[in-house]
């Protein structure tokens, strides 16, 4: 039987139109010498002996300059006289394996052949301590074995806390590098008190590791490099606390007041840790306030899956509506592992799936309640990431006018 009456069915989706959301596009210009600038500081360069074995941390997130960054802070290490090499540091993704872990960093040119160096994605771990309540802290083993090591991560804010530290280069310490093992315990903490757990822990991973120095990335609201900066292990978490609310004036949002429905082209672990950011649609199983602005509206629909995810559809659950080719993609185990280390079983939940775009969005706005039916009002991003462009329908309109933020444009421009 149909899942809609036909007058539903019948009822034309209204025609979509391109809008530029303009923010602070401030943009570092030269990645590779941003990152040569900062390793060559007395401070950070004198931590590196010659000889030193080296454990270079990268974890699962898809940040732009990825690659040059990690590529670059090889080279500079290697020009110090150290022997440096990758670890895999992403907690429970990749599925927690070995395996998974590997193929993550490949699908983000993190090989062997590309950088000339080991990469390592055992996921040992040895027990570095307690913390105050007795939670065990794991932390990965090859890299707690090298002499030295520098993790490197994009700060921003989190999906699933809020406090003065965010996903970033503790994070990597606390979750990343614990493994699965780690982040399993470390997510055992309620989300009210997450972002103490991650001071706590990572003061203690900082005492008892060899940890030299982070590459801290910070990005604009266009997901385009702003700075780099390279964070000696001394006064490391005061650093990352004015790193994160540097990285918060600079995040994008949906700058409309209302919609009846959002349509989300694409999730993905690539896009954001929980699939997409709270912070933008302002949907979480955890997090209980959001710090940026988001509409008011009623139902939210989803496309695809990005393919760097591999299959890890977590966030799905959030959705009111998907598509069959959401529900094909999605790597079940990989994504009910990620679920379960983070005690986020509903982010992993299927929704109602539909065939395609138009039929969900049909359902979605039959869910409405107090709406124009005839002139519903529709906004469709890319994901939380890219919200330079997004499409509005015609009833909102008059919001993109009255805002000076907001320009119609024939389409994207780059």
């Known amino acids: 039987m149909p899942i809609l009456l036909q007058e539903d069915l019948e009822r034309p989706l209204p025609p979509m139109y391109w809008v530029r959301q303009q923010f602070n596009d401030e943009v570092l210009t030269d990645v590779v010498g941003a990152v040569k600038e900062q390793l060559a500081r007395p401070?950070?360069?004198?931590?590196?002996?010659?000889?030193?074995?080296?454990?270079?941390?990268?974890?699962?997130?898809g940040i732009r300059d990825l690659f040059p960054v990690v590529h670059t802070t090889v080279e500079c290490l290697k020009a110090l006289g150290?022997?440096?090499?990758?670890?895999?540091?992403?907690?429970?993704?990749?599925?927690?394996?070995?395996e998974g872990q590997r193929e993550v960093l490949s699908g983000y040119g993190i090989t062997e052949e590309k950088l000339g160096i080991p990469v390592v994605t055992t996921v040992d771990t040895v027990l570095l301590g307690h913390a105050a309540n007795g939670?065990?802290?794991?932390?990965?083993?090859?890299?707690?074995?090298?002499?030295?090591?520098?993790?490197?991560?994009?700060?921003?804010?989190?999906?699933d806390f809020v406090g003065p530290l965010q996903s970033g280069l503790c994070k990597m310490l606390v979750i990343g590098l614990g493994n699965h093992k780690g982040c399993s315990a470390a997510h055992e903490e309620d989300s009210d008190h997450f972002a103490a757990m991650l001071e706590e822990t990572a003061g203690i991973i900082l005492e008892k590791a060899p940890i030299g120095f982070g590459v801290a990335i910070l990005e604009n609201a266009?997901?385009?490099?702003?700075?780099?900066?390279?964070?000696?292990?001394?006064?490391?978490?005061?650093?990352?606390?004015?790193?994160?609310?540097?990285?918060?004036?600079?995040?994008p949002c949906i700058m409309l007041p209302q919609a009846d429905v959002i349509v989300c082209q694409?999730?993905?672990k690539d896009v954001s840790g929980a699939g997409f950011d709270p912070n933008i649609l302002g949907r979480s199983s955890v997090l209980k306030t959001f710090v940026l602005h988001i509409p008011k509206y009623q139902r939210l629909v989803l496309n695809s899956v990005t393919a760097a995810s591999h299959g890890n559809g977590i966030g799905v659950g959030l959705f009111d509506v998907i598509t069959k080719q959401v529900a094909e993609h999605l790597d079940l185990e990989a994504m009910y592992a990620n679920a379960i280390a983070c005690n986020c079983l509903g982010d992993a939940n299927i929704p109602c799936t539909v065939e395609d775009e138009a039929t969900a969005i049909r359902v979605a706005l039959k869910c409405c309640r107090g709406i124009d039916r005839d002139d519903p009002k529709i906004i469709r991003i890319q994901n939380t990431l890219h919200l330079k462009y997004i499409q509005v329908s015609r009833a909102l309109l008059p919001d993109v006018e009255a805002d000076p933020r907001l320009t119609l444009v024939d389409g994207p421009e780059d």
């Open 43 to 61: 401070e950070v360069a004198g931590l590196v002996k010659p000889g030193a074995r080296v454990a270079v941390a990268v974890g699962s997130r």
């Open 135 to 159: 939670r065990p802290i794991w932390f990965d083993r090859a890299a707690y074995e090298a002499d030295l090591i520098v993790p490197i991560n994009r700060v921003k804010l989190h999906t």
């Open 266 to 268: 694409e999730i993905g």
């Open 82 to 98: 150290a022997k440096p090499f990758i670890v895999s540091a992403m907690g429970s993704h990749g599925g927690g394996t070995e």
């Open 222 to 251: 266009y997901d385009k490099t702003r700075r780099i900066e390279a964070v000696p292990a001394k006064g490391w978490i005061e650093k990352e606390k004015e790193l994160v609310q540097e990285a918060k004036a600079n995040m």
